[in-house]
């Protein structure tokens, strides 16, 4: 069946190292790789997303990588603050049929970054 | 723009009653998901609507349903409550037509806790 694994469960940095999270999925025919923040008691946001076609994306210091063949992809967050301590999703879409994709979430990284 | 809303916010309920949860999606989106998220979990995908239809369907009895009216907005109800149902309930909405990839936006959920 479709599954996402991630890897850590828990991460704990110290402000201004880099943290990095990774995920794997069952389906191969996946071809869309969001990442969710959520916040204690919030809903979860959107931080980055990949699409199958690319095998890197960044957006300040934040950066996803893909590798299609192996089935994993991962996020890099660089230069850490106290703020970025949350709980991080990484998720997997199959293909359906236009853009009425459901989401595969992993199980989750609680990231804390030690001030 | 309000986002992705959903109510109540929070609902204690006693097994075996019913009970409906409401989303309305972001504006311009036309595609609502549910999910379930239990304590220290990813999400789990419930449904997805589209047009007024369910599109797509996770791993879960059929005391889920939903419904989707004309204006997008979305209904969850689940009857025979169990104390397993208890979850933090994710309303996700996106854009689809005319779409090939799209981000989605969740709402703050609603906690169900069932006694």
């Known amino acids: 069946g479709e599954n996402v694994e991630q890897h850590p469960s828990t991460l704990s940095v110290q402000e201004g190292d880099s943290a990095v999270i990774k995920c794997t999925y069952s389906?191969?025919?996946?071809?869309?790789f969001p990442w969710y923040k959520q916040e204690l008691g919030k809903r979860p946001q959107l931080i980055i997303d990949?699409?199958?076609?690319?095998g890197e994306k960044k957006d300040q210091r934040i950066a996803v990588t893909l590798n299609k063949t192996a089935k994993h992809f991962s996020l890099h967050i660089t230069e850490t603050q106290p703020e970025d301590s949350a709980v991080y999703f990484c998720?997997?879409?199959?293909?359906?049929?236009?853009?009425?994709?459901?989401?595969?979430f992993g199980t989750g990284t609680l990231l804390a970054v030690q001030p | 723009d309000a986002g992705v809303t959903q109510s109540p916010t929070h609902l204690i309920k006693t097994r075996g009653q019913q009970v409906t949860l409401r989303c309305s999606p972001k504006?311009?989106?036309?595609?609502v998901s549910w999910y379930q998220q239990a304590l220290g979990q990813g999400p789990q995908f419930i449904f997805q609507?589209?047009?007024?239809?369910?599109?797509q369907r996770g791993n879960f009895p059929d005391r889920f349903s939903g419904h989707q009216f004309p204006n997008y907005s979305s209904e969850l109800n689940v009857n025979a409550l169990l104390l397993g149902d208890s979850a933090l309930y994710l309303c996700?909405?996106?854009?689809?037509?005319?779409?090939?990839?799209?981000?989605?936006?969740f709402g703050q959920g609603t906690r169900l806790t069932v006694v």
């Open positions: 996700a909405s996106s854009l689809a037509r005319g779409q090939r990839y799209t981000e989605a936006f």
């Open positions: 504006s311009g989106h036309d595609t």
């Open positions: 609507y589209y047009e007024e239809e369910e599109r």
């Open positions: 990949i699409r199958s076609n690319v």
């Open positions: 389906d191969s025919a996946s071809n869309y």
């Open positions: 998720a997997a879409s199959p293909p359906y049929g236009g853009a009425t994709n459901k989401l595969i």
